[in-house]
């Protein structure tokens, strides 16, 4: 079993930058895979970003990319998003997600993953 914790959630002003945190415990976060989601009030959950577990492998959604980054440290078995320009519509509870999976490619659909965090709310004021 793996359990992750996200930290790193506020208020933020828009065109501000804030940086989400993805803690795993219980199992080593090498061979995994893991993305970051977001639901927004009245809305589905949406994909945002992923990366593979080499970290060689990276994928975002259309509305995220060039703004926000994702990376992970193995040696602390974290995943972060750095999100920057960040504009009111990306206001969401922000999920990190994980699947054991040692493959090239990136996983973009939520039912790939079967570890789930508990979310972590983003809010940006226009």
């Known amino acids: 079993q793996v359990q992750l914790v996200e930290s790193g959630g506020g208020l933020v002003q828009a065109g501000g930058s804030l940086r989400l945190s993805c803690a795993a415990s219980?199992?080593?976060?090498?061979?995994?895979?893991v993305g970051w989601f977001r639901q927004a009030p009245g809305k589905e959950r949406e994909f945002v970003a992923t990366i593979n577990w080499s970290a060689l492998s990276t994928y975002y959604a259309d509305s995220v990319k060039g703004r926000f980054t994702i990376s992970r440290n193995t040696a602390k078995n974290t995943v972060y998003l750095q999100m920057n320009s960040l504009k009111p519509e990306d206001t969401a509870v922000y999920y990190c997600?994980?699947?054991?999976?040692?493959?090239?490619?990136?996983?973009?659909?939520?039912?790939?993953?079967?570890?789930w965090g508990q979310g972590t709310q983003v809010t940006v004021s226009s």
């Open positions: 219980g199992r080593t976060f090498t061979n995994y895979a």
């Open positions: 997600a994980a699947v054991q999976a040692v493959m090239a490619g990136t996983l973009q659909p939520s039912s790939s993953y079967n570890y």
